[in-house]
């Protein structure tokens, strides 16, 4: 009984002693287009690997994992986005607009999104948060922006070695974009 009260007391200490720290892993629109179809990169590929151990490291720990796509319908070309980049890509319901096979993990939440950056990370609560995908210099540099004006208390990193660009210059500008912007940049390969 006295062991037991024991126990009971300093298991509750440590209880209140550790403070759960909620890590969320973000999978930016790692989709067919983006790596090997209509907009893909030799970098992007090269990517692939590194975020499906990423993945995997997230879900063995039971961390949250988000992952958005880049969705556009069959009148792509005649918005601004389309306007502006006129290939067509991540049409919905296509096989380019899928996630690239092997990086799905059950209980992973999708976020379909419209735009470069989603508008709607505010309704969700964020500790740490860590982006990943494609492409560095669009949609992880939206969203990260984003994350940063509406989480300024959360720690957000981007591993950089989990990221690709239109072109190798403008990922590295947008990862420069990121850092004066406090964003922390793990991986860089410099
Ligand atoms: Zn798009």
Known sequence: MLLFAIWDIIYKTNVKRVSFTKKTLIVVDMQNDFIDMALGTKEAVAIVPKIKAKIEEYAKNGDEIIFTRDTHGDNYLDTPE????????CIKGTKGWEIADGLYVDGA??????????????SKSFDEIELV??????????????LKACFPNAKISVDASCCAGVTVESHEAALLTM????????????
């Open 82 to 89: 389309g306007k502006k980049l006129p290939v067509p890509h």
């Open 109 to 122: 939440e999708i976020i379909d999104k419209l735009n470069f950056g989603w508008s709607g990370w505010s």
């Open 133 to 146: 995908g494609l492409c560095t210099d669009i949609c992880v540099v939206s969203n990260a922006l984003i």
């Open 179 to 190: 850092k004066m912007c406090q964003i922390e940049i793990i991986n860089e390969v410099n």
